[in-house]
């Protein structure tokens, strides 16, 4: 492993795995928005990328509060993850997203979930009562 490969970020959230996946999604979004047609871009379009971009900022929010509150901010992407759910049929329905897009959004979907289901249930089980501090330790535990 080099010296760059093996530094850890300053903002720690940027080595969680489940973070670069919301960052891939968000790109990804922008591309298939951007060949809706101009109707649909503020409709839409607009709606669909900040739902996107919710579920990467309450990770990244989240992540610098305590375990308690984490879990709450990882609830409130899973929320942003479903609003994408909802983008992408409405999207397909008015058919300006085609079934292989609408699949590919879904199974993305489905996979951010999934992580974010597991990083909850971690931080759950170790949960003190009071509410811990997420410490030194605790993130490379969370680079699930």
């Known amino acids: 492993m080099t010296e760059q490969e093996n530094t850890v970020s300053f903002f720690r959230f940027e080595d969680l795995r489940i973070y670069a996946k919301a960052l891939d999604y968000i ?18 379009a607009e709606s669909f990328v900040k739902s996107a971009q919710a579920i990467a900022l309450n990770i990244a929010e989240g992540s610098a509060r305590n375990k308690a509150q984490f879990v709450y901010y ?29 699949e590919f ?17 971690s931080l759950q089980r170790s949960v003190g009562t009071r509410g811990e501090e997420l410490g030194e330790d605790d993130m490379p535990n969370m680079m699930i």
């Open 74 to 102: 990882l609830k409130m992407a899973k929320s942003a993850v479903r609003e994408c759910v909802v983008y992408t049929e409405i999207a397909s329905k008015e058919e300006v997203m085609n079934e292989m897009d609408k």
């Open 105 to 121: 959004s879904r199974s993305q979907l489905m996979e951010l979930t999934k992580m974010i289901g597991s990083l909850v249930a």
């Open 27 to 44: 790109h990804w979004v922008h591309s298939a928005t951007n060949a809706m047609p101009e109707s649909y871009r503020y409709t839409i």
